[in-house]
């Protein structure tokens, strides 16, 4: 240890290890966004304003080792109050019934995330591009590690199948849904 102070590196070791640990999400500073197409043209954004997550993470070895997330379907938000009510209703997340969306991470390879998606009541594995965007101490004393996550899913998969067929061809809302879930942790205390 006296080498490691000699050389100015108990900091650096120290400092390393304050990042593992259990980190829950500062939704504040996170986001669960989606993109849909929309008469096979544009696209339709949205996201969920209301998300609860948690997760482990090891700085040292730079591993993700669980993660879980919980949705509040209720909140979804797209601008315009008519649509996020007919994606609340029946025909697609049916809300009523099925409040939440839950994801739970398996495992982590390289850049790829593997966890199971539930939707609607339906769970089914999902992959996705990861992102490990790393740790910061905030100017709170707040150890914080940034995490994202995107892919696409077909809704159908899960049971959103609602769509009407357009005069010219087509549908009106398209299967594939792009996902992109943006994570900031704090740390647990």
């Known amino acids: 240890m006296k080498n490691l102070v000699k050389l100015g590196l108990v900091s650096i070791v120290a400092a390393g290890s304050l990042f593992a640990g259990t980190y ?11 993109k849909v197409k929309h008469l096979m043209i544009s696209n339709v954004t949205g996201k969920f304003d209301k998300f609860s997550g948690s997760f482990e993470y090891d700085e040292k070895t730079k591993t993700l080792k669980s993660l879980t997330g919980n949705v509040d379907v209720a909140s979804i938000n ?22 939440k969306l839950t994801f739970k991470l398996k495992k982590v390879e390289d850049d790829k995330a593997y966890g199971v998606l539930t939707m609607k ?3 089914k594995d ?14 709170w004393g707040n150890q914080r590690v940034g995490l994202e996550l995107s892919g696409k899913i077909n809704r159908k998969d899960f049971g959103l199948n609602w769509n009407k ?3 010219a061809g087509g549908v009106m809302v398209g299967e594939n849904v792009k996902l992109n879930i943006e994570l900031e942790g704090i740390q647990a205390k």
């Not at 829950?24 to 989606?34: L, P, R, T």
């Not at 797209?78 to 409040?99: C, I, Q, V, W, Y």
């Not at 999902?126 to 100017?139: A, I, Q, S």
């Open 165 to 167: 067929a357009l005069e």
């Open 78 to 99: 797209t601008e315009n109050e008519k649509r996020d009510g007919h994606l609340k209703s029946k025909d697609f997340f049916d809300a009523a019934n099925f409040p």
């Open 24 to 34: 829950n999400v500062d939704a504040s500073h996170s986001n669960v966004g989606f």
């Open 121 to 123: 009541g339906v769970s």
């Open 126 to 139: 999902v992959v996705f591009d990861f992102e490990n965007n790393g740790t910061v101490k905030d100017p």
